[in-house]
């Protein structure tokens, strides 16, 4: 008992890491890996649905099987909202203004469900690792939700911080002199946000690989 969601936990944790570096190798140029990026973040989703499902299962907790079903949910979900998307970005030319005008609304849309089911999963992740760390005292699990939680601050702090960001930029177009300052902010806490995001699933790989789950006739956990 364990094996199955020791491994996948471990690689629903690693694969964030990947796709992660993947993403910030655009800033290289290398925009092919954007995709490929983000299909390893939608199938990490699924691996660690399916561990927390069964750990869940074996531990009695209702808890972790609830969590499992969201982030499954979560990558059926925004697996077809990114290929909407995709869809949307690739026939951007050919669509005409009418169709086109449409087409943006209801990328919006849909936009605004993949944001609030990544809310909800990342949220119910912080809570779940944080559970799990006392249940089974196990302290990688709780370094990865506080780690987690602060990456979250950040990166939101980052893109809140990018919107007063964009009249200085637009400004710096015309006058064709970049203000680095304007920009400083966002990107400092989007990169750092992204470090410690990183650091977090180190955390949660090691924590589900070490973690010790028994339970007695009475369902009640303890840690072997």
């Known amino acids: 008992m364990g094996i199955g969601w020791k491994a996948l936990g471990a690689i629903g944790y690693g694969l964030p890491i990947a796709s992660v570096v993947l993403i910030g190798m655009i800033v290289k140029g290398v925009q092919e890996n954007l995709n490929l990026g983000i299909f390893l973040w939608l199938v990490s989703l699924l691996f660690i649905g399916s561990a927390w499902y069964l750990l869940g299962d074996e531990s009695k907790q209702k808890g972790y099987k609830i969590f499992g079903v969201i982030a499954t949910a979560s990558f059926v979900i925004n697996g077809y909202i990114f290929r909407e998307i995709r869809a949307f970005v690739e026939s951007v030319k050919e669509a005409s203004i ?42 990688f699990l709780k370094w990865s939700a506080w780690t987690k939680a602060i990456a979250l601050s950040l990166i939101i702090l980052g893109f809140a911080s990018f919107i007063p960001a964009i009249g200085d930029l637009l400004k710096s177009l015309i006058s064709k002199e970049i203000a680095l300052t304007s920009i400083f902010l966002p990107l400092t806490s989007l990169s750092l946000g992204a470090i410690l995001y990183v650091i977090a699933s180190i955390f949660a790989m090691i924590g589900f690989l070490d973690l010790r789950v028994k339970v007695n006739k009475y369902t009640e956990i303890k840690v072997e």
């Open 98 to 139: 009418e169709m086109l005008s449409f087409t943006k609304s209801s990328i919006l849309w849909l936009a605004v469900i993949s944001l609030f089911l990544i809310a909800l999963f990342t949220l119910s992740e912080i809570i779940a690792l944080s559970h799990a760390s006392g249940a089974f005292n196990e302290r």
